[in-house]
């Protein structure tokens, strides 16, 4: 039993920054990795970011030199630094976390938050 909060989301305008946060908490025994994904109106959902609990990331194309993800993994949390907004980095982002739970320690299970708005427009 793992839940996953956003925050962060919100309406800022193109060149703008924002900062989403993802805080795990529940029968954590450690999570493994952390990411970020989005859904655009008529689109998939894609990878934006990841990162592994040793700190390795991993950045989509499309987001590359600007936005950065990081963890505190005494927190449970991960963030999402983005900047130099476009109008297309409009979507709702999804945070998703691997974690082996205190419940089940030899498997590792998949979550996702609940998402949060971004939008980028003048």
């Known amino acids: 039993q793992v839940q996953l909060v956003e925050s962060g989301g919100g309406l800022v305008q193109p060149g703008g920054s924002l900062r989403l946060s993802c805080a795990a908490s529940?029968?954590?025994?450690?999570?493994?990795?952390m990411g970020w994904y989005r859904q655009a109106p008529g689109k998939q959902r894609e990878v934006v970011a990841t990162?592994?609990?040793?700190?390795?990331?991993n950045y989509a194309d499309s987001v590359k030199g600007r936005f950065t993800i990081s963890r505190d993994n005494a927190k449970n949390t991960a963030y999402l630094q983005m900047n130099s907004l476009k109008p297309e980095d409009t979507a709702v982002y999804y945070c998703?976390?691997?974690?082996?739970?205190?419940?089940?320690?030899?498997?590792?299970?998949?979550?996702w938050g609940q998402g949060t708005q971004v939008t980028v427009s003048s």
């Open positions: 529940g029968s954590i025994f450690s999570i493994k990795a």
């Open positions: 990162i592994t609990s040793a700190g390795s990331t």
């Open positions: 998703y976390s691997n974690v082996i739970t205190t419940i089940e320690p030899t498997k590792i299970g998949g979550y």
